[in-house]
């Protein structure tokens, strides 16, 4: 079982990258072979809808998303973290998100399986944000989402912490980490 982590904050060592180096060691401590791979430090051009990958069935934009794309293949659990950037996902992950365009091009253009085989994949999310507002979440998951129909990954759940805001709030919380460590193993239990 391979889990890749892919971190969407800018803030190292952050609200976000605490939760989810947690979730990661749950899925560890089950046996899984783990990944995590920093959005922020990685050259990720955003999409510049040219429809290459229409024909191709991959994107021609020779970055980092290169390997990324690699990642997402041989994951079988992906966990996406990333705090709320006006109500959003990071740019950093959104940019991401966005070049898995070339993704869709091959399942819906292509017809072929957007990560390449068609093993069972499940996709959880984690994401905090500093206000404490109705339906604070409810942007951000729809992209969320909204990426892991596309690229045929069950949605497995999620961990969102409204009202955490200072670097390393969360470790305040009662028991947010616990959760995500827990999480983490339920992610590759049965
Ligand atoms: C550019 C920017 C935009 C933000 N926008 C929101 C927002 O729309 N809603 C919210 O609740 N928090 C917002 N925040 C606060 C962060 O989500 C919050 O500080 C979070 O704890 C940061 O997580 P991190 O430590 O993982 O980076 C924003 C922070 C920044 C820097």
Known sequence: MRVLGIAGSPRRGGN????????????????AEVKTII???LKITPCQHCDACFEAGRCR?????????????????????????FM?????????????????ARKYVL??????????????????????????????????????????????GELLFPGIDEKGAIAKHPNALNQAFLAGQELVGE
């Open 16 to 31: 976000t990258d605490l939760l989810l180096a947690e979730v990661m060691k749950g899925t560890a401590s089950r046996g």
């Open 39 to 41: 959005l922020n430090d």
């Open 61 to 85: 934009i020779n970055d980092d998303m290169q390997m990324v794309y690699q990642e997402l293949e041989q994951a079988d659990r992906i966990v996406l973290a990333s705090p709320l950037h």
């Open 88 to 104: 959003g996902v990071t740019a950093q992950m959104k940019a991401m998100i966005d070049r898995c365009q070339a993704l869709w």
């Open 111 to 156: 017809k072929l399986p957007p990560l390449g085989d068609r093993r069972e994949r499940k996709g959880f999310f984690i994401s905090v944000g500093g206000r404490r507002i109705a339906n604070l979440f409810e942007p951000a998951l729809a992209t969320v989402k909204t990426l892991f129909r596309v690229l045929d990954i069950t949605y497995a």
